[in-house]
């Protein structure tokens, strides 16, 4: 059996080309890491390939000598999913980034998984359509998917398991399979796409996705409302979301985050516990919304509310907060970001956001609250130390009191970020008997536990 590097490169190098696999030193730091604060691992090879054969082949070689493989997208995930702790190999995905067919009467797009997803919108604004998942960062349509990415706009459009229709995976031990079709719907066999999407690399690696895509709203209008208090805010749109207005976007910047969207951005925003809105559609429809709108949030001490329908005031208001981790990255240098991520019924946001206020000041750790708080999802952005033990220890207290607030009350530890290393120790507490469900599905498609290993859930050996 192969069990050198040496051996394993050189099988490799008989299925793809030399230069797409690499033992650089530099390429292999690169994939060591992702944009989370977990400690880096080296991966013992990095592999490029170019077609669904080639993840094929390479997936047959690590079967037959029983090497870890690790998917790899852009690395812009949060919760260590991509970091090889067991080394072995990590398939990089950015040479599978061709958009395959746009099927506009359809409104479907096929696309590589490497494709990202302001790759993907450029492409489709010629058609007069649009991809709706929208996580900030401009990542992979393949990762978005391995992570089931939500953001900005899933209080509309919902989340990234929402939008796939069919995907083409290749198994741990080679084998390639569809888990959809292109129909709008099906009662057909197991709903493959839902298991799938979510599964972190865990179960397959994808090498081709369907989703659905949507027209370019007739007419877009954003906003600012700041507001006296936190609670308030989050009150204005449980309101907003009861009246049933068509939002599209709502999302929660607490007044210590308005100060740093500010500073980084050079704005001049009030800094007070402020949504930034977005509402989409029929113009005459809208702004009858709008008034109802503003007659809704002013009801719940709303202190100011501005409007902007030009394109450039509206993508300026959303870089502010779509670059609002990386203002705290540079607000405060020499320390590390790390990112909460809890989801709670909407009716339980308010209590929850309180609560890691209080949780924040109580151990007093630097952080602000956002959230897309519209599907009842929120984030502490807490800049930590990485050389203060003592630091840290407080944010993994402070990450698990959000954590258990959360679970308590019928939510889960992660809206969108995923489970990765980070996450991996409350899904017996959130999943009871259900996470040994998850472990016989990994048992049976991965059997030796090479794909992303010890990441969701762990094989018993």
């Not at 865990?202 to 936190?230: D, H, K, N, Q, W």
């Not at 607490?254 to 951005?265: C, Y």
């Amino acid at each position: 059996m192969i069990t050198t590097n040496e051996e394993v490169i050189s099988a490799l190098r008989s299925v793809i080309p030399e230069s797409q696999v690499t033992i650089n030193q530099t390429i292999l730091e690169q994939h060591s890491i992702d944009e989370s604060y977990h400690s880096a691992s080296l991966p013992d090879i990095v592999v490029f390939p170019t077609t669904t054969e080639e993840v094929s082949s390479i997936m047959n070689i690590a079967n037959q000598h029983k090497v870890p493989v690790v998917p790899f997208g852009r690395g812009t995930s949060l919760e260590g999913h991509v970091i090889p702790y067991d080394h072995g190999i990590t398939i990089d995905f950015s040479l599978m980034n061709k958009i395959v067919e746009v099927r506009e009467k359809d409104f479907l797009v096929k696309v590589q998984p490497g494709v990202t997803r302001s790759q993907l919108n450029k492409e489709l604004k010629k058609y007069g359509l649009f991809f709706s998942v929208d996580p900030g960062a401009d990542a992979t349509l393949g990762g978005m998917a391995a992570t089931n990415a939500s953001g900005t706009t899933s209080v509309k459009y919902g989340t990234m398991r929402d939008q796939v229709r069919d995907l083409e995976v290749v198994l741990s031990d080679g084998t390639v399979i569809h888990t959809g079709n292109l129909a709008e719907k099906s009662s057909s066999g197991y709903h493959l796409n839902g298991l799938f999407v979510g599964s972190e690399g865990t179960l397959g690696c994808f090498t081709e996705l369907t989703v659905r895509v949507y027209g370019i709203p007739e007419y877009v209008m954003a906003a600012r409302a700041s507001f006296e208090t936190v609670n308030d805010a989050v009150e204005a749109v449980v309101s907003i979301l009861q009246a049933g207005i068509p939002i599209a976007r709502v999302e929660l910047v607490d007044e210590i985050s308005m100060k740093q969207v500010n500073l980084h951005s050079k704005t001049a925003y009030k800094e007070q516990p402020t949504l930034f809105l977005e509402f989409q559609g029929n113009e005459a429809a809208l702004r009858q919304d709008v008034e109802f709108m503003k007659e809704i949030v002013a009801s719940h001490h709303c202190e100011g509310i501005e409007f902007e329908t030009d394109n450039a005031a509206r993508n300026q208001l959303w870089e502010a907060r779509h670059n609002l981790a990386y203002a705290y990255v540079h607000g405060h240098p020499g320390k590390k970001l790390m990112v909460t991520d809890v989801c709670l019924p909407i009716s339980e946001l308010a209590g929850a956001i309180a609560h890691a206020r209080e949780a924040l000041n109580l151990l007093t750790l630097t952080g602000g609250i956002v959230g897309h708080v519209g599907d009842g999802n929120f984030h502490v952005l807490l800049m930590i130390d990485m050389n203060d033990a003592r630091e840290i220890q407080k944010a993994d207290e402070f990450n698990e009191l959000i954590v258990m607030y959360a679970l308590e009350r019928g939510g889960t530890c992660t809206g969108e970020h995923g489970v990765g290393i980070g996450k991996q120790k409350y899904q017996e507490k959130e999943h009871g008997k259900a996470l040994l469900v998850m472990e016989k599905i990994k048992q049976v498609l991965d059997p030796d536990g090479l794909l992303n290993p010890n990441k969701i859930v762990k094989i018993k050996k």
